[in-house]
């Protein structure tokens, strides 16, 4: 099955600065590729995601970078502010031979920015 | 916007009792889904359901666990006899036709005694 792999598992920043996290993945198959954040006893809340077939995606201060060749995948968050402290998951997605798709999460990445 | 809608927030039980979580999927979408987090660990995929059928489920989801859509809007997840490990947080989500988008719950947090 899928096996997802994300880096690293805690990120201090200080406010401004950039942020990137990376994840890498193992079953080709995988097509889609969400990002979660997730804040402490909350939901996951879908903040951005990628398709196979695109290479990139921006919106404002978040983007995400896939190299499926590679099999990775990269969240950057640039101009970073105190609210987007939380952890982040990444996800990749393959379909269901039944309907649907089954999600399979990294193991989240602990984000703090400092003032 | 709508939302995914979970009871009850948190359910404490003792173990070998069952217990019924429940979820309101978005009302326009078609396939469902069941994830857990352990504490401070990541989400794990446990059930995927469409067309009253699951459609595939992980090794977690063992004879203990059932999914079931009881009427037009309900999507339950049973638990026969819980255990101790079952301790978790339950996500329910749902995604509609022609996306892969899912959409989470805010989660029932459950605890076994």
């Known amino acids: 099955g899928e096996n997802v792999e994300q880096h690293p598992s805690t990120l201090s920043v200080q406010e401004g600065d950039s942020a990137v996290i990376k994840c890498t993945y193992s079953?080709?198959?995988?097509?889609?590729f969400p990002w979660y954040k997730q804040e402490l006893g909350k939901r996951p809340q879908l903040i951005i995601d990628?398709?196979?077939?695109?290479g990139e995606k921006k919106d404002q201060r978040i983007a995400v970078t896939l190299n499926k060749t590679a099999k990775h995948f990269s969240l950057h968050i640039t101009e970073t502010q105190p609210e987007d402290s939380a952890v982040y998951f990444c996800?990749?997605?393959?379909?269901?031979?039944?309907?649907?798709?089954?999600?399979?999460f990294g193991t989240g990445t602990q984000l703090k920015v400092e003032l | 916007e709508p939302e995914v809608t979970q009871t009850p927030s948190h359910q404490v039980t003792q173990m070998g009792q069952e217990v019924i979580l429940r979820c309101v999927p978005i009302?326009?979408?078609?396939?469902f889904y069941w994830y857990r987090q352990i504490l401070g660990q990541k989400v794990e995929f446990l059930v995927s359901?469409?067309?009253?059928?699951?459609?595939?489920k992980s090794e977690i989801f063992d004879d203990q666990f059932s999914v079931e859509r009881p009427d037009g809007s309900n999507f339950t997840l049973k638990i026969r006899s819980t255990k101790l490990e079952d301790s978790a947080m339950y996500f329910c989500?749902?995604?509609?036709?022609?996306?892969?988008?899912?959409?989470f719950g805010p989660g029932t947090r459950l605890t076994v005694l």
């Open positions: 079953d080709s198959a995988s097509n889609y």
């Open positions: 359901f469409y067309n009253n059928e699951i459609s595939e």
């Open positions: 009302s326009n979408h078609l396939y």
């Open positions: 990628i398709r196979s077939n695109v």
């Open positions: 996800a990749a997605s393959t379909r269901v031979t039944g309907g649907g798709n089954k999600l399979t």
């Open positions: 989500a749902s995604s509609r036709p022609g996306t892969d988008t899912q959409y």
